[in-house]
């Protein structure tokens, strides 16, 4: 059986008030051609679908008819809720993507529930988004340590792995479909999805999937890798490059694939698209600023600029009104940044990954009043949990 594996579309998301659902809606078309060329017979979704919960109207018309197309060529579709996704909605859908041939799973489902779907030798494991709050019970979140957590985590998931592939047998073609972070992947230069849910902290460790899977799919980190040799697991990638911390030149896309029942998948390709418009971080010093200003007007996708120097706001105002496609411009303080520029996810502390979020999120470093705040907020939720 022919398989495309896709993850991570993320339609309706915005990067500073650009909407990138006409980007994403385009990829999706080179997705079609590629299913009717390669004669693909199951589409694969591995979650974050949707870029958040309210779902906008023109995005929820880009999956419809998308799903219309797909149904014309005769292809299902098959999926899971990411951590982004509008999981009630997509759970009010069932009947509705039934009539496409389509099926997304909102929740986690155990093997003895239908978490297992089977279509003819095919058996598809589907494996939802779980935080680490579904799966570590709120009590035990307060109780135990990180570390405690971090092990109750990784736990719980070998266990759900386990019961979704009891749906397995050596003469079926065995396929797993998750949202997931799994230890040792490759965090860098997938920027985008970096959010407290990403960093090693709640990781799978891959010797916890399943042998008998013929194939995983995953999504959650937008970098396309394999990242498992037995079972065979890959994450394809995002469609498009979402946000500017995600590599301009980091790979991304789909996975092709045979699946035959009673063997590891064969990739026959890995897919590194260029869909959508690049996103590129220029960092010029002030004084490089008029003499390099060509090379950034000239970039042909959605431009940051990094200014080393003081803020100014007058000139940022400038810059942004003059330049159409300059999204942001930030100011950075000599050095501010440089000693933490090798960290890696799993080593920055709460605070330091919440200054990366604001200012991946907000394009400018947390003022100190609010790190303030946040230090306090972190400190009466650590003592309700000490005294709880
Ligand atoms: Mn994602």
């Known amino acids: 059986m022919r398989i ?15 909407d990138r659902t006409p980007e994403i809606a385009a990829a999706l078309e080179e997705v079609l051609k590629i299913v009717e060329e390669e004669r693909v017979e199951l589409l694969v979704a591995a979650g ?3 870029d958040r919960p309210q779902v906008p109207a023109e995005a929820e018309a880009v999956f419809f008819d998308f799903l219309m197309r797909l149904k014309e060529l005769g292809v299902p579709l098959l999926g899971v809720a990411g951590n982004h996704d509008p999981r009630a909605r997509i759970a009010a859908w069932r009947g509705v993507l039934g009539l496409f041939g389509a099926e997304i799973e909102a929740e986690l489902r155990f093997f003895e529930e239908g978490g297992v779907r089977e279509r003819g030798a095919l058996r598809a494991a589907l494996l939802p988004f779980l935080s680490e709050r579904r799966l570590v019970k709120a ?52 920027g985008g999805e970096f959010t407290f849910y990403v960093g090693n902290s709640y990781a799978v460790p891959a010797e916890a999937l399943p042998t008998g899977a013929g194939y ?3 999504g959650h980190i937008h970098r396309q890798q394999r990242v498992s ?3 065979l697991a890959y994450y394809a990638g995002s469609l498009i490059q979402l946000d500017f911390g995600e590599g301009e030149d980091a790979p991304r896309g ?23 418009k690049p996103l590129k971080t220029f960092r010029f010093s002030l004084e490089e600023l008029e003499r390099r200003a060509l090379e950034l007007e000239r970039f042909p996708g959605y431009a940051k600029l990094a200014l080393k120097g003081r803020p100014d706001p007058v000139l940022r105002e400038r810059l942004l009104s003059e330049n159409p496609h300059l999204l942001e411009v930030v100011f950075e ?7 933490s520029g090798s960290a890696e996810a799993e080593v920055l502390g709460v605070e330091e990954a919440y200054r990366r979020y604001h200012e991946e999120t907000y394009g400018e470093a947390p003022e100190e ?3 303030r705040a946040f230090r306090r907020a972190r400190e009466e939720a650590e003592d309700a949990a000490a005294s709880a």
């Open 216 to 218: 995983v799919a995953l």
């Open 4 to 18: 495309l594996h896709t993850a991570d579309w993320h339609l309706g998301k915005t990067l500073k008030g650009v």
């Open 48 to 50: 974050d679908l949707f």
């Open 333 to 339: 303080v000599e050095d501010a940044r440089e000693g």
């Open 139 to 190: 009590a035990e979140l307060m109780e135990k340590d990180v570390g405690e957590q971090q092990l109750a985590y990784a736990e719980r998931m070998r266990k759900v792995l386990e019961n979704l592939a009891r749906g397995f047998s050596p003469r079926t073609a065995n396929l797993l479909v998750g949202h997931l972070t799994l230890e040792g992947a490759n965090l860098k230069l997938g």
């Open 229 to 231: 040799d037995a079972p």
């Open 254 to 276: 789909a996975i092709l694939l045979e699946l035959e029942p009673g063997r590891p998948a064969r990739v026959l390709e890995e897919i590194q698209a260029r869909w959508g």
């Open 369 to 371: 009043a609010l790190i």
